[in-house]
Nanobody
């Protein structure tokens, strides 16, 4: 199992920005991404990226969030802009390599009105 170290969560006002980071200890050639969850709802995809840079976004964040990665550091980033209160939730880093599916502990993002 790989180790995932997340950072960047916190409090921000609506319209502001945050950047989340996740460092993985496993192989570089992986799919990494971010998912979020609020109480009473299923965990949902936010964005993912492959080691070659292909990306996938949830419709709700396509125009506001940017996912990127630095393979030399084995790190994935989520730049979140124009944040809305509905973006509030626990954000989880995800790492997939072959049959391995690893989750971070989660970092809380709170957006106030």
């Amino acid at each position: 199992q790989v180790q995932l170290v997340e950072s960047g969560g916190g409090l921000v006002q609506a319209g502001g920005s945050l950047r989340l980071s996740c460092v993985a200890s496993g192989p570089i050639f992986s799919i990494m991404g971010w998912y979020r969850q609020v109480p009473g709802k299923q965990r949902e995809l936010v964005a993912t990226t492959t080691s070659l840079g292909s990306t996938n976004y949830a419709d709700s964040v396509k125009s506001r969030f940017i996912i990127s990665r630095d393979n030399a550091k084995n790190t994935v980033y989520l730049q979140m802009n124009s944040l809305k209160p509905e973006d509030t939730g626990v954000y989880y880093c995800n790492y997939r390599y072959g049959l391995l599916n690893q989750w971070g502990e989660g970092t809380l993002v709170t957006v106030s009105s």
